[in-house]
Nanobody, 126 residues
Framework: QVQLVESGGGLVQPGGSLRLSCAAS????????IGWFRQAPGKEREGVSC????????YFADSVKGRFTISRDNAKNTVYLQMNSLKPEDTAVYYC???????????????????WGQGTQVTVSS
């Protein structure tokens, strides 16, 4: 059974950092595209970042470029989203998802992702 579980969210002050984890079970995560998305209250789900199945390429939305990084730990079957210089506008529920397809490139189009985690809340506030 394919399952994704996010963790690492919380309350952080502006300028602070958090590292989100996306732990996979039921499949080998490094074979597939993994994406991170977020949804703030009253807003549509937004693609934040993704990493290709080869980990050879990644993508970041303009709103987070230069502040967020994405990485894999294949031994732990986990993908991480390191978030630095956090801003109040980063406040949202963050989700990881997988297309369960292999690709050397990735996009953060929600309709391409078939399996989703339950989300983790990130709140950036002083």
């Amino acid at each position: 059974q394919v399952q994704l579980v996010e963790s690492g969210g919380g309350l952080v002050q502006p300028g602070g950092s958090l590292r989100l984890s996306c732990a996979a079970s039921g499949f080998t995560l490094n074979y597939y595209v993994i994406g991170w998305f977020r949804q703030a209250p009253g807003k549509e789900r937004e693609g934040v970042s993704c990493i290709s199945s080869s980990a050879g390429s990644s993508y970041f939305a303009d709103s987070v470029k230069g502040r967020f990084t994405i990485s894999r730990d294949n031994a732990k079957n986990t993908v991480y989203l390191q978030m630095n210089s956090l801003k109040p506008e980063d406040t949202a529920v963050y989700y990881c998802a997988t297309t369960l397809r292999a690709s050397d490139r990735c996009r953060v189009l929600p309709y391409e992702y078939n399996y989703w985690g339950q989300g983790t809340q990130v709140t950036v506030s002083s």
